[in-house]
């Protein structure tokens, strides 16, 4: 199975900061690598599939990049209803697995 | 609006059985592969199972394989997990997911959709 690091597993940030998180592949999934949002007592959301797709609905100031084994998603800008938990997820081989979460708290 | 309502969690016995159910609706159930993705308490998502749109294949993880089955009714718009042989490490928050863009496995992608989960507490 390919493991999904996730670094930092959490973060203190202000309203307003740029923040990144990272994932890395034990193995190159290419561009296969999806990330979503949890909300406490509330189902994942998809934010960006494929590395770096926007879906659909998903605030601009999010982002994300990398391929091969290295990725990051990125906020441009902290808003308050974006304190949550972040999950990557590889889509290139079965089974999909996840990275441990980064939990991402307010300062 | 896509609405995916999972149901059949609950308290159930060390080796005992229980059966999960996800009702669809607000999308074209036929064109979607179906996943089962489970969440222990206070811990990370784990993909328990998928299957294609035609139930020709599907996919177990290996900590479940043997022991529990997925299956789909298309024409109830309906997504199944039964599981047998149930231990406590299977206690969690079960998620009924949806994924349209699939690869040759038939269920492989990325998760469009998430219901809001049914619980399973396998304890004595």
């Known amino acids: 199975d390919i493991q999904m690091t996730q670094s930092p597993s959490s973060l203190s940030a202000s309203v307003g900061d740029r923040v990144t998180i990272t994932c890395r592949a034990s193995?190159?999934?290419?561009?296969?690598l999806n990330w979503y949002q949890q909300k406490p007592e509330k189902a994942p959301k998809l934010l960006i599939y494929?590395?770096?797709n926007l879906q659909s609905g998903v605030p601009s100031r999010f982002s994300g990049s990398g391929s091969g084994t290295d990725f990051t998603l990125t906020i441009s800008s902290l808003q308050p209803e974006d304190f949550a938990t972040y999950y990557c997820q590889q889509s290139y081989s079965t089974p999909p697995t996840f990275g441990q979460g980064t939990k991402v708290e307010i300062k | 609006e896509v609405q995916l309502v999972e149901s059949g969690g609950g308290l159930v016995q060390p080796g005992r059985s229980l059966r999960l159910s996800c009702a669809a609706s607000g999308f074209s159930f036929d064109d979607y592969a179906m996943h089962w993705v489970r969440q222990a308490p206070g811990k990370g998502l784990e993909w328990v199972s998928g299957?294609?749109?035609?139930?020709?294949?599907?996919g177990y993880a290996e900590s479940v394989k043997g022991r529990f089955t997925i299956s789909r009714d298309n024409a109830k718009k309906s997504l199944y997990l039964q599981m047998n042989s149930l231990r406590a490490e299977d206690t969690a928050l079960y998620y009924c997911a949806i994924t349209y863009y699939y690869d040759s496995s038939g269920y492989l992608g990325y998760f469009d959709y998430w219901g809001q989960g049914t619980l399973v507490t396998v304890s004595s």
């Open positions: 299957i294609s749109w035609n139930s020709g294949r599907m």
């Open positions: 193995q190159s999934i290419n561009n296969y």
């Open positions: 494929a590395a770096y």
